[in-house]
């Protein structure tokens, strides 16, 4: 495919850092409002839609579309008497919040964002129920921003109280138990501090129903660390705020107490920054965390608040990683990931088993609640080809279906829910293959039970690989036209993540992160080897982090691939600390301020790294205009450099408006997306027969 992309201008900027040479001839590309980047983007908007747009993309659209509309449930909570739950019966942009009473009567819809634009670009992102059930704190995203306001309404009436609090992001939210005002989690405002530091410096403030948001009081901050990101919960009991103080995107935190009861400063209970804390609950004086201090796995201590020496021991490190836990009526209910697949399992308050909950299938508990004076705890599950769908099992009653909760399930059920008799059946199984070092790394493998697999079976291969992310199943009806048609879908548990615990997250960051790279590289030999596929129909996909994965091993082995997914990357290891909430990744990545850090990021940055005149495979990179989180000027760059330079391809970039990250994309843009991606895989490897 011959095509002629937009002209880019390549500036003569040339950067000496810790005495190496670095040409960035396509810096100006991060000024998203320069008149020549908006002409840029134009341009290359318009390219793109001039190879992906036809009858392919128009018969993928309507069929996603069939798809995406299937009924979902999600977010189950229940607070006195009442639960709460996010559901969308098929098509709508964003679910809907409806409360129901715990008796049994027909939902309310608490709040509707489809009614609060008119592309349905404002997202529900999360919601926080008063203890009582009386009200609910909601947390409201316009055009995919990280950035939230927080609404407050009656859950009776499904009417505002009038509170709205601004500059609010990465949404932390604790009720007091008598519902009279929450912690949150809060920014600055814009002129408190210095310029681009409006995303730094996070505190905990308390807000009282009633008062202007402007005179919640400041409960917890460190102005000397402006990394520093503090989460917030109250106890059951009332006594204390217990606040998680987290370093950067690093899980590795302090925890700080708020003596409700006595008042005062905050007073440190775990101090360091060496080991993860993840508050549970409290009971019988002690408040309970799940930790990795001591067990890179994890496990569950109680500690007495009043003697923060004296840690016990309740649920010892086990053989597989302790990724979650709640409190139900004096039973520990603790989420663990058996190869990458969640098990949720019962301990009472001494830590002895008690049994398990039993889950359906090779899946993923994406939500797990409950309060402990009740019995019973919620959570969602989903998995490869399972919507996902929400229970509450009493941990002394047993199983309630999603049938309880009042959603119609028959209204606008299609194929992708998978309850036709013709539907096709598919399979899931773990493999294990080796990396280059030798090291044995998983993998899910996904495709139709009458598929046998062979040398020109089309693949899918995603992976991630950072920050201590687990890639578990995940419901996608976007892969069904794949799967559908004979494809395969692969995920890799690469070293970074969090599948395998602590030290399988640490074996993949900083000065190990070729290790993730490799590890990657290492599931596409795999599958070529074991005659799965060959080269030419392997398409490999990421986001975000998985964007600078993909970026990193097409440059490194452009040969073993036949497309490229490249979604939101981070794509520039030099200045990626510069930009958005950069500086929270250091701990992961390292800084090219420090002379050995910016040795190995370098050595990988997929913009840095694109070699003149080498064919690499086609390429599309996805990114938004308004993406807070990953600036889009990396993606922007890395398209404009390999247009610039390399052969082969074609190289095109989809610069989405109106859109960020991904969190809280209307379902309409994700058809759009979705469709976009499957055409490009048509054009590149082919499965549409």
């Known amino acids: 495919m011959n095509l002629r992309y937009p002209p880019a201008r390549a500036a003569e900027l040339v950067e000496t850092l810790h005495g190496v040479p670095v040409a960035d001839p396509f810096r100006w590309l991060e000024d998203a409002a320069s008149p020549e980047t908006r002409a840029w983007v134009d341009a290359e908007n318009a390219l793109t839609r001039s190879v992906l747009d036809g009858p392919v993309r128009d018969a993928l659209v309507s069929e996603l579309t069939g798809f995406l509309d299937y009924p979902r449930t999600s977010s189950l909570q229940k607070r006195g008497g009442r639960y709460f739950f996010t559901h969308n019966p098929g098509l709508l942009d964003q679910p809907v919040l409806y409360a129901q009473d715990a008796g049994g009567a027909a939902p309310v819809a608490i709040l509707d964002p489809n009614r609060l634009s008119g592309d349905g670009t404002v997202a529900l992102t999360a919601f926080f129920p008063s203890p009582d059930g009386a009200r609910v704190a909601c947390a409201l995203s316009v055009h995919g921003s990280d950035r939230q306001e927080i609404r407050v309404l009656d859950a009776a009436n499904a009417r505002e109280d009038g509170e709205r609090l601004q500059f609010v992001k990465f949404a932390s939210l604790a009720w007091t138990r008598d519902g009279s005002g929450f912690y949150y989690l809060r920014f600055p405002t814009p002129g408190e501090v210095a310029p681009g530091d409006e995303q730094y410096f996070a505190r905990i403030c308390f807000h009282r129903l009633g008062d202007l948001q402007s005179n919640d009081p400041v409960v917890f901050e460190t102005p000397g660390q402006k990394e520093v990101v503090p989460m917030v919960a109250v106890s059951a009991d009332d006594r204390w705020a217990v606040i998680t103080a987290q370093r950067g995107a690093s899980d590795d935190s302090e925890v700080h107490l708020v003596d409700r009861l006595h008042g005062g400063s905050p007073r440190p209970l775990v101090t360091g920054f060496d080991a993860a804390y993840s508050f549970i609950e409290s009971a019988g004086g002690r408040l309970f965390f799940r930790t990795t201090a001591g067990a890179p796995r994890g496990r569950i201590v109680s500690i007495d608040p009043d003697h923060a020496a004296t ?124 990396s280059k070092d030798g090291t044995q790394v998983s993998m899910f493998l996904v495709h139709r039970d009458d598929v046998k697999p062979g040398s020109q079976t089309p693949v899918l291969l995603s992976g991630y690989g950072g920050f201590n992310i687990s890639r578990t199943p995940a419901y996608d009806p976007g892969n069904f036209p794949f799967l559908d048609r004979g494809g395969i879908f692969a995920l890799a548990h690469l070293r970074g993540g969090g599948e395998y615990g602590e030290d399988w997250h640490r074996a993949g960051m900083l000065e190990k992160k070729q290790n993730v790279f490799d590890d990657f590289i290492g599931a596409a030999e795999a599958l070529i080897a074991q005659g799965y596929t060959n080269p030419g129909r392997i398409a490999i996909e990421g986001g975000s982090n998985g964007g600078l994965l993909v970026g990193a091993v097409l440059l490194q082995r452009p040969e073993l691939f036949g497309a490229v997914l490249c979604r939101v990357p981070v794509a520039d290891m030099l200045r990626y600390h510069l930009f958005t909430v950069g500086r929270f990744w250091i ?39 308004t993406d807070d989180r990953v600036d889009p000027g990396m993606a922007k760059k890395f398209a404009a450099r390999l247009q610039s330079d390399a052969d082969g391809g074609p190289f095109l970039i989809r610069i989405e408006s109106n859109a960020g990250h991904g969190a809280g994309k209307p379902v309409s843009k994700i058809i759009a997306e979705e469709a976009d991606m499957l055409a490009f895989l048509q054009a590149t490897i082919g499965f549409v027969t």
């Not at 941990?395 to 829910?417: A, L």
């Not at 040795?599 to 086609?618: A, I, Q």
């Open 311 to 434: 840690v016990t021991e309740v649920v010892p490190e086990s053989a597989h990683r302790l990724s979650g836990a709640v409190m139900a009526r004096g039973t520990l209910i603790a989420q663990y990931l058996v190869f990458a697949s969640d098990r949720l399992l019962l301990f009472d308050l001494a830590g002895t088993p008690r049994g398990d909950i039993p889950l359906p299938e090779i899946g993923t508990v994406l939500t797990l609640d409950a309060e402990p004076g009740d019995e019973e705890v919620c959570f969602t599950f989903t998995s490869f080809t399972a919507a996902p769908s929400v229970s509450s099992f009493g941990v002394e009653s047993g199983f309630r279906g999603e049938e309880s909760f009042g959603v119609d399930r028959s209204v606008g059920v299609k194929g992708s829910v998978r309850v036709k008799a013709e539907a096709p059946r598919y399979v899931t199984k773990l493999v294990w293959y080796p």
């Open 587 to 625: 701990p992961e990545y390292g800084s090219a301020d420090d002379p050995q850090q910016f040795e190995f990021l370098l050595g990988y940055s997929p913009y840095h790294n694109v070699r003149p005149r080498v064919r690499y495979p086609p390429t599309l990179i996805m990114t938004a205009e």
